[in-house]
Each structure stands twice: as C-alpha cells, then as structure tokens.
C-alpha cells in the first residue's frame, strides 16, 4: 500500500516552454501533498506544500507563478514549471500524506528528472 | 540556519558489520523522526521512524535511538548488506508546524562486499 506515482519520469524540454509533472497516489486518499526540489548530492528541498481544493502554499524563495500546483483531487497535484530556463532543471519529487494533519509519514514517488536546454 | 544536520556525507562499512547513521537537530519542537533511504534518481523509501516519547525503535536489520537531551538521533543497521548502499536522510516533523518534514542533508552509505 501508499503509492505514489509520478509521470513522467524524466522530461527534456526547450527554454522558454512549460512542463507538467502529475504527481498519483495510487491506492489511498491524499488530503496533502508536497512538491520537493533536489540538486546533485544536496538534500530535499520543500517547494510546496498541497491541500487538495485549495491554494498551494509556498516556501520562502518559490516563485509561485513559476512553478503552479494544483491539487485537484484526493488523488492527483500537477506541478507546472512555466517558462522553464536551465537553471530549473533538477530532480523533482512529490510526496503524499495519507490522512489528515495527525499524520507524520509521507510517501514519495519515483521522482521527475527535467532537463531544460 | 539548518535544523537537520547529518554531519557525515558519506560512510563507508564492511559487509556484515555495523552501520551507524547520525542525526542531529535543533528545533526542541520536533516531537517525530523518520528515516528514509534514497536511491539515485529515485523517490526516497520510508525507513524507520520514532516518536519523541520513545528513545528506541527496532525493525529487522534496523534500529533507530532517539536522545531528546542530546538532541541527536541515530540509524543503526546490522549486519550491513551490499543492497544497502545509499543515501540515507533523517527527516523531523512537529506536530505543531503541521508534521511537514524537515530533512537533514544525506549521509551517502557504501557497504563493502
């Protein structure tokens, strides 16, 4: 159990263009969700975090009109990196919270490598 | 100013012998501590995890010891395997900031055959 899905896993798109990352929980609800960022050999770094019908809430340094969440349903957040530069090419990972606030464990997908040229 | 600290990036261990992973972590909030191993371009695992009001929690080949006086947590695996090599990150979360998880910066584990 606690699936968590993201396609696609790797994306290579051209300067100026925007990309979409669905992020899945497969096999049960998730109220929360939370977009993270990772750089070679440095840690997780919180983007986002994703309540399900309503805004995202941003870390301090996100550009929110840049990188737009949404989190349409208990199942599925897309994050859509608009106007990607090479500077944004990273390692993408969403996690998933089963339950409400009460609970601590989150569920990672497999992560999104985009490459921007 | 980083509030998980994994002061050790990597850490190199014979095959069958112990690994010890170390965690240590400022924010005297944080009531919750997780585990979880990563594989290159891979979504991190959930590990192991411990709640503040216990100081040990043992699952299989894993065992995490949590000192809430040292503010220091540690991820000990025994006997060590090959399949264990990875990058290993502590995570702590407070119930009062809404259990997000902060997560210390990665130890790299490399066991030796």
């Known amino acids: 159990g606690a699936v968590v899905s993201q396609h696609p896993s790797w994306v290579i798109c051209k300067s100026g263009t925007s990309v979409k990352i669905e992020c899945r929980s497969l096999?049960?609800?998730?109220?929360?969700m939370f977009w993270y960022r990772q750089f070679p050999k440095q840690s997780l770094m919180l983007m986002a975090t994703?309540?399900?019908?309503?805004?995202?809430?941003?870390e301090q340094g996100v550009e929110k009109d840049k990188f737009l969440i949404n989190h349409a349903s208990l199942t599925l957040s897309t994050l859509t990196v608009t106007s990607a530069h090479p500077e944004d090419s990273s390692f993408y990972i969403c996690?998933?919270?089963?339950?409400?606030?009460?609970?601590?464990?989150?569920?990672f997908g497999p992560g999104t490598r985009l490459t921007v040229t | 100013d980083q509030q998980v600290k994994q002061n050790s990036p990597s850490l190199s261990v014979q095959e069958g012998r112990i690994s010890i992973l170390n965690c240590d972590y400022t924010n005297s909030m944080f009531d919750y501590f997780l585990w979880y191993k990563k594989y290159p371009a891979e979504g991190p695992t959930f590990l192991i995890s411990i709640s503040s009001i216990k100081d040990k929690n043992e699952d299989g080949r894993f065992t995490v010891f949590l000192n809430k006086s040292a503010k220091h947590l540690s991820l000990h695996i025994v006997p060590s395997q090959p399949g264990d090599s990875a990058v290993y990150f502590c995570?702590?979360?407070?119930?009062?900031?809404?259990?997000?998880?902060?997560f210390g910066g990665g130890t790299r584990l490399m066991v030796k055959p």
């Open positions: 996690s998933a919270r089963d339950g409400g606030q009460g609970s601590y464990e989150q569920y």
């Open positions: 994703s309540n399900e019908g309503s805004k995202a809430t941003y």
């Open positions: 096999d049960f609800q998730a109220t929360t």
């Open positions: 995570a702590a979360s407070a119930r009062n900031a809404g259990n997000m998880l902060t």
